[in-house]
Nanobody, 123 residues
Framework: QVQLVESGGGLVQAGGSLRVSCAFS????????LGWYRQAPGKEREFVAA????????YYGDSVKGRFTISRDNAKKTVYLEMNSLKPEDTAVYYC????????????????WGQGTRVTVSS
């Protein structure tokens, strides 16, 4: 059974940086494609970024392109989201997600979700 636990959220000033992490429990981490989504108060969940099981292909939502970077460490079974040049509109709960681990191609269908970590960007 796959479990995902996010960490690293917090309060940061606009223009600052933050890295959130997602620890994966389960087997065969290297066969899972992973993603980050976010949901701001009163808004729908929004796609932020995804990374292929191979680590070679990465995808980003338009609102974060050029500012956020997704990466993975297979040895640590962890996926990261490095967030730079943060804006108040980046304030949200950030969720980690994993697909079914079958070395899928994009677009990914995410089956497993974490509980989220809150990121607040002050102006």
């Amino acid at each position: 059974q796959v479990q995902l636990v996010e960490s690293g959220g917090g309060l940061v000033q606009a223009g600052g940086s933050l890295r959130v992490s997602c620890a994966f429990s389960g087997s065969s981490f290297s066969t899972y494609s992973l993603g980050w989504y976010r949901q701001a108060p009163g808004k729908e969940r929004e796609f932020v970024a995804a990374i292929a099981w191979s680590g070679y292909d990465k995808y980003y939502g338009d609102s974060v392109k050029g500012r956020f970077t997704i990466s993975r460490d297979n040895a640590k079974k962890t996926v990261y989201l490095e967030m730079n040049s943060l804006k108040p509109e980046d304030t949200a709960v950030y969720y980690c997600a994993a697909d079914n681990g079958l070395r899928n191609y994009y677009p990914y269908e995410f089956h497993y979700w974490g509980q989220g970590t809150r990121v607040t960007v002050s102006s």
